[in-house]
């Protein structure tokens, strides 16, 4: 019943810029805290962002800051990530999901919201 779907991927080249969609069916993000995940080929996932509940913090991976920005729309039930000065190292499958807790989110573990959808492709070639 509850089902996250990312969208908003695409080939684009180095320096430019997209923004992935996450929207969430079943279930609301409000009491949530969500997060941005990546998975690059013979590579675990990794976390990449996060919004708390309210969306007055954000947490970012090291390797993003100063480049993506986490954002959500509540009336919506969409969290959004903008990804401007893209590399070829992000090139990867990237997902969405939320948890309660927002330690879980930026630890890469959230698992109290749902499963995991099927993601969105970026490539970022040179």
Do not use: H
Request: proline residues 2%.
């Amino acid at each position: 019943q509850v089902q996250l779907v990312e969208s908003g991927g695409g080939l684009v080249q180095a320096g430019g810029s997209l923004r992935l969609s996450c929207a969430a069916s079943g279930r609301t993000f409000s009491s949530y805290a969500v997060g941005w995940f990546r998975q690059a080929p013979g590579k675990e996932r990794e976390f990449v962002a996060a919004i708390n509940r309210s969306g007055g913090n954000t947490y970012y991976a090291d390797s993003v800051k100063g480049r993506f920005t986490i954002s959500r729309d509540d009336a919506k039930n969409t969290v959004y990530l903008q990804m401007n000065s893209l590399k070829p190292e992000d090139t990867a499958v990237y997902y969405c999901n939320a948890d309660l807790s927002v330690r879980a989110v930026v630890d890469g573990n959230p698992t109290n919201f749902g499963s995991w959808g099927q993601g969105t492709q970026v490539t970022v070639s040179s």
